[in-house]
């Protein structure tokens, strides 16, 4: 099973950036779709960004215009770019990964922490 690693995350100012990592220990066409997801304290985990095999990119209106997903097949990782942070971002960020026919994600990382100061 492929599993999935995510790295980038810290502690930012509002308005700052940060590039979170998630590399796959095989290849990243195992799936159909990549997507991060996130979960702050006291709520439901949602979905932020999403990238398919075709690069058709999808986004939560809550990060669109700042954030920007991408995947760099021969590195088998996909990136999300965040820009414009803002305190309501902080959250954990998880890569996780879709296979063919499903409608669920089924392959899961571990998790980074992102926390934007005021």
């Known amino acids: 099973q492929v599993q999935l690693v995510e790295s980038g995350g810290g502690l930012v100012p509002a308005g700052g950036s940060l590039r979170l990592s998630c590399a796959a220990s095989g290849s990243i066409f195992s799936f159909n779709a990549m997507g991060w997801h996130r979960q702050a304290p006291g709520k439901q985990r949602e979905l932020v960004a999403t990238i398919g095999i075709g690069d058709n990119t999808n986004y939560a209106d809550s990060v669109k215009g700042r954030f920007t997903i991408s995947r760099d097949n021969a590195k088998n990782t996909v990136y999300l770019h965040m820009n414009n942070l803002k305190p309501e971002d902080t959250a954990v960020y998880y890569c996780?990964?879709?296979?063919?026919?499903?409608?669920?994600?089924?392959?899961w990382g571990q998790g980074t922490q992102v926390t934007v100061s005021s």
């Open positions: 996780a990964g879709r296979r063919a026919g499903w409608s669920t994600y089924s392959s």
